[in-house]
């Protein structure tokens, strides 16, 4: 199966093209061109064989140019702003990203490539915050993002819907609630707490961890079972369908960083760091894969301990050789 | 109360602009500058006094200028692309004036009248085609746009939704399902009718009305119930929350082409117009507005039948002077 995943060359991009290599897919990848070469050292090398395009997704001209040279059996969609709070200081940037690129990408594959199956990354954020008693997530939960990030994602992942229902693009849209694993940026706090023990453990760093909200919630997948899920619904998920991907549960974020401590065996101070602290944050998320279990048979297969303990290692590694 | 109306030229602009004269409110509406004086000429004539003032919306510093001045207590944004089928050849111009347009007003708003009320009027063409088994739709149901329209539309209601929750702007927005009046351009399917139907009552056509799909069920209001809503809704209605204004119940648009033919008591053929037939059409449609009885007493008071005799008045009155 020839497959194209668009941001590539991003944490959760090259977990996917990994896995769809060892599936047996033959893998393309995009990548922003203005991207600097090595701008994320911490990011998993790529597979090979696999074949990167600069690609930026706002450029319709462009687009239509990939799909109708590559035509693809399968697009994966992850190109996209993904940090929160980088939508914030620059709505239109964002929406023009993760909305239009969308909106490009659909219009693409209607155009050139009618048979391509598309995947759409959305995203847990459109949820934002729930109302009382809706806990876990269903995908019928009510659409109520409290970000410029989560609305940019439903637009897009309506507009997807729009595509497969009106004009009858195959496609399965995904709402994926928090992954890490090795090669995630350290802006986000879990890899950030990995990074900072594991730099303890080396006696690289003081032993003081920096931190922001710890008194949050959150429903964490390994990204491996992630991007398994990924295929996984691209090949058996109901067309137009959408479905969640995540644990089922929520763990909170001071019981993840006391693992992550305990794993290291190392004695830390934990600080809080006001630039961490987040204004808008719901206590508790968590959603539910029954749908996703039911339709294709995904459940996550990595459990808390595993998936900490790889994050740690892949840290300890990193900053062993750097 | 000041109250300012963005769209305040169109159809429901117009009505909405006179409900509130007539409740005491002192009314400035906005108007696209590009928009040719007389381009609708079957359109109502404005209240007096109220101020207009030329503003494109998808301008950030017109928009801000006039927020700025103007510090309105209540803004309602009806600017829109509001034709379905207009949405789709050029669906970057849609978002632009749509999504975008609806971003910079309340970002506007946030920034130079935090004090001011919104109502943003959304669309029940958010909810797309329905599930089986999902009529009445409340609000709860799944967004599932099927028109470039419906998706500007929900990502522009998802957008308030943002503003309201996680900035502070006090903001209602509304779902109307279909609404039909006096001064409604014949583009709409039941103007359309009732404009036909008054030309061969007047003799000034043949006795024959062209028509699109007709066996198609969907829940009209009077537009007056629903500007009367758009008020209640503002004042009354509970920030960050999201409301129907329908009629609870469909009707089949064969039934009301029928009721007009009999009210206007003429002979007609009723011919097919393949240019009138819309491609994708979801066969039944309606709302519930139990949530706009419960927080602020809202309820429809215009029956079909008289709903369907002003409307003929008005084009017998338009077309004998013309």
Redesign the interface.
């Known amino acids: 199966m020839r497959a194209l995943i668009t941001g590539g060359h991003g944490f959760v991009g090259r977990h996917l093209a990994h896995h769809l290599v060892r599936c047996g897919d033959d893998v393309a990848v995009t990548y922003l061109p203005t991207r600097e070469p090595g701008a994320d050292p911490e990011h998993l090398a790529l597979p090979n064989p696999v074949q990167s395009l600069a690609l930026d997704v706002t450029d319709t001209e462009a687009v239509n140019k990939v799909l109708s040279l590559l035509k693809p059996d399968a697009l994966y969609h992850l190109a996209a702003v993904a940090f929160v709070p980088d939508g914030e200081s620059d709505?239109?940037r964002v929406?023009d990203i993760n909305?239009?690129g969308t909106?490009n990408l659909l219009?693409g594959v209607l155009k050139h490539s009618p048979e391509t199956r598309v995947l759409y990354v959305s995203s847990s954020e459109v949820y934002?915050?729930p109302r009382l008693g809706t806990l876990p997530l269903t995908e019928?939960a009510?659409?109520?993002?409290?970000?410029?990030y989560?609305?940019t994602k439903?637009?897009a992942d309506?507009?997807v819907?729009?595509y497969c229902?009106?004009d009858g693009v195959h496609s399965v849209r995904i709402r994926p609630f928090s992954h890490i694993g090795p090669g995630q940026s350290d802006r986000f706090a879990i890899s950030s707490f990995a990074k900072q023990v594991a730099a303890v453990k080396l006696g690289k760093q003081e032993p003081v961890i920096k931190v922001g909200n710890l008194d949050v919630k959150r429903d964490y997948s390994d990204v491996s079972d992630i991007v398994r899920g990924y295929r996984e619904a691209l090949l058996n998920g109901k067309a137009g369908e959408v479905y969640n991907l995540c644990s089922g549960q929520s763990v909170l974020l001071s019981d993840i960083l006391q693992k992550l401590i305990s794993l290291a065996d190392v004695e830390v101070e934990v600080v809080q760091d006001p630039t961490r602290v987040r204004t808008?944050d719901c206590a508790d998320i968590y959603g539910s894969y029954d749908k996703a279990s039911k339709d294709f048979g995904w459940k996550p297969r990595v459990e808390q301990e595993a998936m900490l303990d790889s994050l740690l290692a892949y840290w300890l590694d990193f900053l062993s050789a750097s």
Chains 1, 2 share one sequence.
Request: glycine fraction near 8%; hydrophobic fraction near 40%.
């Open positions: 709505p239109r929406f909305t239009f909106e219009a934002g915050h019928a009510e659409l109520r993002p409290t970000s410029v989560g609305v439903a637009c309506l507009t819907f729009k229902h009106r808008v």
